[in-house]
């Protein structure tokens, strides 16, 4: 860029009609050859033409954004099972492998959108999401179709990587399964013609599988009969700029599905999630302070015997500078007697946690939570203590707010 324009100024100089007074005394002509007409002419034409036509379908797709991610920890619990729910989360003293994850997706042309994620473990190697939505429907209609996390809530959509504490909140082990909830299907979203932000989506998916469908029809084994064998979840959010350093983001969200007990009522899931932002916009350290707060019930017919629970928790973090975090959360989780999921969750569940986190550059994070631990059916808490790495290479794309 900087060869050209040095171009198109000599090209500039050398056509001005140059008046005598311009030049020396004891100046002479200076006669560029062709070889240099030609390139400042050549110069000046690539400096004045339309950029290049957008990349084809074919050249976009053919480069995808791939990162590779991956979470490990070192860890000490009070108990040789520490009791823990999620599927990346540490579940022995030690060293732990949280998660190591291979992340794709590309525009495949102006129409689709396509995004995959595999995850690698101790256990082998499992394809957690593959799906395509739609970029180009009218109406501010979306469509997905694949295998991907229902959009329940807040932590459920989304990946260990961007969560504010190193495990998984009880509310989504023990109604979803240690994976979260997903599965096999399709959605369709519809921005509202508002002025401000609201977006409805309604979802089906398969309901099979105890990785992710626990209160559903998990590894029954049943197979599709009719419509009410799947899963379905609908889900209604708003965003609300308060003012320039406040924000707030509310949804709502609920399921339906079957589940191994029965063929009536089957596992009705409803939640509402709040998250509520602080960051001044003028603040060069990028401190910021935010709550989320999600609440969730479940009602499931036991074979004539009608049972509800429910599950929840609050957190609060800070952003003290532009490289140091801290957090405080609590969960809650109520059991119910004969529950043929969880036998000896007959009581309230709570567990605290507090971390603080220091970020080396935005591709790295290095944290360390303690936190204490209540299932109702040990005589004593389970306290544990974790030191955890975070590192992200490659391309990868933006987080949801």
């Known amino acids: 860029m900087k060869r050209t324009l040095i171009f198109a100024t000599l090209a500039a100089l050398a056509t001005r009609p140059v008046a005598a007074a311009d030049l020396p005394a004891d100046a002479s002509p200076v006669a560029l050859s062709a070889e240099d007409q030609a390139a400042l002419n050549a110069a000046v034409a690539a ?14 797709g053919s480069n995808p954004a791939i990162s590779l991610l991956f979470g490990g920890s070192a860890a000490a619990f009070s108990r040789a099972d520490p009791q823990q729910l999620g599927g990346h989360d540490a579940t022995a003293s030690g060293f732990n492998l949280n998660y190591l994850e291979l992340f794709a997706e590309s525009n495949v042309d102006p ?23 739609t970029l180009a429907l009218p109406g501010n209609l979306q469509v997905k179709a694949g295998k991907f996390l229902s959009d329940f809530g807040r932590i459920n959509p989304t990946h260990p990587h961007v969560w504010s504490f190193a495990d998984q909140p009880l509310m989504a082990g023990k109604f979803f399964g240690p994976d979260g909830n997903r599965g096999m299907g399709a ?46 979840t609908a889900t209604l959010r708003t965003f609300v700029p308060l003012n320039d ?58 074979g004539g015997k009608i049972v509800d629970d429910q599950a929840g928790y609050a957190h ?68 544990g203590a974790l030191l955890m790495l975070e590192s992200v290479i490659g391309s990868h794309g933006s987080h949801g707010y």
């Open 47 to 60: 400096d004045q033409a339309p950029p290049p036509a957008a990349a084809s379908g074919a050249s976009a």
């Open 111 to 133: 129409y689709l959108h396509f995004q995959t994620s595999i995850a690698i473990g101790k256990d082998g190697v499992e394809l957690e999401e593959a799906f395509a939505d």
């Open 187 to 232: 959605q369709l979203a519809w921005l509202l013609p508002l002025p401000w932000f609201v977006e409805a989506k309604l979802a089906t998916q398969a309901a099979d599988g105890s990785c992710c469908n626990r209160s559903m029809f998990s590894d029954a084994g049943r197979p599709v009969r009719a419509g009410d064998d799947l899963l379905y």
């Open 316 to 383: 609060l973090v800070a952003r003290v500078a532009e490289r140091w975090e801290t957090g405080w959360r609590s969960e809650w989780a109520s059991g119910v007697a004969n529950d043929p999921l969880d036998p000896q969750w007959t009581d309230l569940r709570t567990r605290h946690a507090v971390q603080a986190t220091f970020y080396p550059s935005h591709f790295s994070r290095i944290r360390l939570q303690v936190s204490m631990d209540r299932p109702n059916w040990l005589n004593t808490p389970v306290y």
């Open 245 to 302: 350093d406040w924000s707030l983001y509310v949804g709502a969200s609920g399921q339906t599905g079957p589940n191994p007990q029965t063929t009536g009522l089957g596992t009705q899931i409803v939640g509402g999630d709040l998250y509520l932002r602080w960051r001044p916009v003028a603040d060069s350290e990028r401190r910021s302070l935010s709550l989320q707060v999600e609440q969730a019930g479940r009602r499931r017919d036991l």
